[in-house]
């Protein structure tokens, strides 16, 4: 999914520390997601956004921020990194049906 | 409440067989219905959607899904399954402004 893409695609960190989580789109959409998938528990939605000036938490917001920097650009943040935030994380964006378009995923151990 | 269903972990078929992936789901209004697969290693990739219209739908790799208001379900369907087709498999609906997805389940393609 060369139209999303996500930085670091994998990253070991300890609890404790701040981690950021960026992600990036050519896709020319206003709208960004933040998911977590742990197995078993499928896709749940961390944060998203419509455009730059507009920020929604998910299901799951508590332990992280984001930052939407412009149209292309929304990055996630684990202010203190917890081992319970061990996960795959992913970026999606979308169009107006909703159809979404993932990245390739940011895998995040937290020791 | 919003609710999306996947009944089985694991489904499992030998080549060359159909196979099925159920999905159900719950909410108000007329629903959009996505199926979505990942490969290992990979994030979601968009498989095909229903908004309106016929109630089969056509999309990717020979996938197709019905879409049965009766029965409030979204099953995805090939008639003939390659091993190459073994990944892990997820429906989604959406819920006004996002898709609620469900558990998943891990086709497995045997030769």
């Known amino acids: 999914d060369a139209d999303v893409t996500q930085t670091p695609r994998n990253r070991i960190t300890k609890t404790g520390k701040r981690i950021m989580l960026e992600c990036s789109q050519t896709k020319g959409h206003d709208r960004m997601y933040w998911y977590r998938q742990d197995p078993g528990l499928g896709l749940r939605l961390i944060y998203y956004?419509?455009?730059?000036?507009?920020?929604n938490k998910g299901e799951i917001s508590d332990g992280y921020s984001v930052s939407r920097q412009a149209q292309a650009k929304f990055s996630l943040s684990l202010e203190s990194a917890i081992p319970n935030q061990t996960a795959l994380y992913f970026c999606a964006t979308s169009d107006l049906t909703l159809e979404q378009f993932f990245g390739p995923g940011t895998r995040l151990t937290v020791l | 409440a919003q609710s999306v269903a996947q009944p089985e972990d694991q489904v499992n078929v030998a080549e060359g067989n159909p196979l099925t992936v159920k999905c159900t789901y719950s909410?108000?209004?007329?629903?959009?219905l996505f199926w979505y697969v990942q490969y290992p290693n990979r994030g979601l990739q968009f498989l095909l959607k229903y908004i309106t219209g016929d109630n089969l739908v056509k999309g990717s790799y020979g996938f197709e899904a019905e879409f049965n208001k009766s029965q409030t379900s979204f099953h995805l369907k090939k008639p003939s399954a390659l091993v190459s087709d073994s990944a892990l498999y997820f429906c989604?609906?959406?819920?006004?402004?996002?898709?609620?997805f469900g558990t998943g389940t891990r086709l497995q393609v045997f030769p």
């Open positions: 909410v108000s209004g007329n629903p959009y």
């Open positions: 989604a609906v959406r819920f006004t402004d996002k898709l609620i």
């Open positions: 956004s419509f455009d730059v000036k507009d920020i």
